[in-house]
C-alpha cells in the first residue's frame, strides 16, 4: 500500500472514455474499466475506493469534470492514491 494511503483518504478510482456505446448509464468500457480497478484496488490492498468517471470525455482535453473533481480532491488532501487503468494499448 502507499505509504501516503491512511484510512480518511480516498484511493481514486479514474475511469474515462471519449466514446459511449449509446446505453443509458455507462458504457460497457467504463462498466469494465471499474470493475478491473475495484478489483486491483482489493487484490492490493487499497481501501474507501471512490469511483472519478468521465465517460464520453475526449482525453485531448482536461476539461473534465470529474477529472477537475478528482484534482481538487487531491490538492484537498482527500486524496491518497489514484488508480487508472492505461487505454493506450
Not at 500500500?1 to 471519449?18: C, F, G, K, P, V
Not at 462498466?31 to 474507501?48: P, R, V
Not at 472519478?52 to 487531491?74: C, H, M, N, Q, V
Request: contains cysteine; proline residues 1%.
Amino acid at each position: 500500500m502507499n505509504n501516503r494511503q491512511t484510512d480518511q483518504t480516498i484511493t481514486a478510482l479514474y475511469e474515462r472514455l471519449s466514446r459511449d456505446d449509446e446505453l443509458l448509464g455507462d458504457s460497457n468500457s467504463i462498466i469494465g474499466q471499474k470493475q478491473m480497478l475495484e478489483d486491483y484496488a482489493a487484490q492490493h490492498g487499497f481501501t474507501n475506493c471512490a469511483h472519478y468517471t468521465d465517460d464520453g470525455y475526449s482525453g485531448g482535453t482536461f476539461e473534465r469534470p470529474s477529472w477537475k473533481r478528482l484534482l481538487a480532491d487531491i490538492e484537498t488532501g482527500k486524496v491518497g492514491t489514484v488508480l487508472a487503468k492505461d487505454m493506450s494499448h
